[in-house]
Structures are given as structure tokens and as C-alpha cells.
């Protein structure tokens, strides 16, 4: 990872600038629900990330010696560690929660903030986060932050000095795809920081569609961990983020109801 400058047209080799920080890889992965530490390895490797999000209070990366330690498998000389406040449903818990995170990692400031609604849904609560947001920047956060697809609200929290603004495509862990692509195109075109998508992906396709729109990165986890081979998932997300990006970069051919012949017959020798 360095800090780069990066030019007004974009292109295949432009990194993904996370708060000056540039990044090969364009997908970001979690750590959970892996069968054990090695598949975890093995499919974070296979993924190609180089940001990696741990949720604070269900995974130890140090607060219990008793217990294996993340950090013995996803090093952090090797990876950006993405703390994020999977779980918390006030503005509270989800401060305290960074905060947890900034003392066990040696003043890590770079978090993933989300405030969950309700146990059911597991869709963002608006309120409590834009409440947890405006706390978390004052304290010098740098916040990723996870929402819902709503523009207003994207742009909101990009302008209380979020560095990254994470919709989602769809319930977290439901994998059924991007559901509103025209909210997710009207938030990228309306943004000044990353966008990328968070939950709701299922398949390397839903990886590729969320890149096509304009996304600059995707963040997973339920879609490789709960695949039936993870590893070999991990891999094929990652080829779906760089296909991805490349279509949106080459700019598809318009929709059209009617055929438009590849071969046209104008201008035939017979």
C-alpha cells in the first residue's frame, strides 16, 4: 500500500484510494463464519484483498489469550485491518466499540461503522448512525461507513467526513444481488469519496454488476465463508471485480429493443 495522486480519467491500473492510501485489490473481505483459521487464510488469500474487516466483539485479535487469535493467520504487517462494529444497535455500543478497537490495535483509526435496526432485517439504523458518525470523526476516525441505498443519505455522511460510504445491495447475508442499481449508479455519481458496496452479494456475477454500475470496490464475507468451496468462491469474486471494472471502464453498448447486425450488409461484395 503508498499514497498516491491520482488523475481525473480513470483507468485499469488506478488504485482504490482509501484516505489516501492506495490499494491493488478492489475487494474487501471479512473474517467470520469460516469453518476455522485456515480456511480463513486460505480464502483471504485466494480473495487477493489486501483490507481485511474483523468485527470487534465477536472475534479476538488479542483480548483473550486463551482463545486463537485472527491475527496469528491475517497478519497485520500483511493486511489493513478493518475493524468494524458488526453487532452494535446504538450509536453507544458502536463508538465504544471503535474505541475498543483503536487501544487493542495501537491507535488504529481507520473503522468500518455499522449501527444496526433490528435482529431481524439487520438493515442499518439511519439515525444512530449518522448520531455514531458525527461522535467517531470528532474523535479523529477515519469511518468507513455501512448504510442503506438511500442518495441523500450517502451524501450526508460523506459530507460529515466519512472517507468511504458503503451501501448495500441487499440484506447482509441474504446473497440476493443488487436489488436498486439506479440508487447505487445515483450515489456514485453524486460521490467525492470511494463508494462500495456492502452485503447482499451472492455470486461472483453480483460482484461484477456492482463494479459495472461504478462501484469502486465490493465488501464481502457471507457469500465466500458460506459457499460450498470458499476458497475457490474467494477466487472467483476477485475475477469478478476485476471484470467488472474493466467493462465499466471499456463503457457497455447502449440497450436497444431491436437487433443490430455485427456483420451489417451495407457495403457487401454480393
Excluded at 486463551?66 to 504487517?77: A, G, H, Q
Excluded at 475475477?239 to 455485427?262: C, D, N, Q, V, Y
Amino acid at each position: 500500500m503508498s499514497t498516491v495522486m491520482q488523475s481525473n480519467t480513470p483507468s485499469l491500473s488506478d488504485p482504490l484510494l482509501i484516505d489516501g492510501i492506495a490499494y491493488r485489490s478492489r475487494l474487501l473481505v471479512g473474517t467470520g463464519k469460516y469453518k476455522d483459521m485456515a480456511e480463513t487464510r486460505a480464502a483471504t488469500e485466494a480473495s487477493g484483498a489486501e483490507i481485511v474487516t474483523v468485527a470487534i466483539r465477536r472475534t479476538n485479535i488479542g483480548q483473550d489469550p486463551n482463545e486463537p487469535n485472527l491475527l496469528e493467520v491475517i497478519p497485520p504487517d500483511q493486511y489493513t485491518l478493518l475493524p468494524n462494529t458488526a453487532g452494535c444497535y446504538t450509536a453507544g455500543d458502536a463508538v465504544r466499540t471503535c474505541r475498543l478497537a483503536r487501544e487493542l490495535l495501537d491507535g488504529h483509526n481507520l473503522v468500518k461503522l455499522e449501527v444496526l435496526g433490528d435482529e431481524k432485517t439487520l438493515f442499518p439504523d439511519i439515525v444512530q448512525t449518522i448520531e455514531a458518525t458525527e461522535t467517531l470523526v470528532k474523535d479523529g476516525f477515519r469511518v468507513m461507513v455501512y448504510t442503506n441505498d438511500d442518495p441523500i443519505i450517502a451524501k450526508r455522511l460523506e459530507d460529515m467526513g466519512c472517507v468511504a460510504v458503503m451501501p448495500l445491495a441487499a440484506p447482509i447475508g441474504s446473497g440476493l444481488g443488487i436489488r436498486n442499481p439506479y440508487n447505487i449508479m445515483t450515489i456514485v455519481e453524486n460521490a467525492n469519496v470511494p463508494i462500495l458496496v456492502d452485503a447482499g452479494v451472492g455470486t461472483a456475477s453480483d460482484a461484477a454488476i456492482a463494479m459495472e454500475l461504478g462501484c469502486d470496490g465490493v465488501l464481502m464475507n457471507t457469500a465466500i465463508a458460506g459457499a460450498k468451496d470458499p476458497v475457490m468462491m474467494a477466487s472467483a469474486m476477485k475475477k469478478g471485480i476485476e471484470a467488472g471494472r474493466e467493462a465499466f471502464l471499456a463503457g457497455r453498448i447502449p440497450r436497444k429493443r431491436f437487433a443490430s447486425a455485427s456483420s451489417p450488409i451495407d457495403g457487401a461484395f454480393f
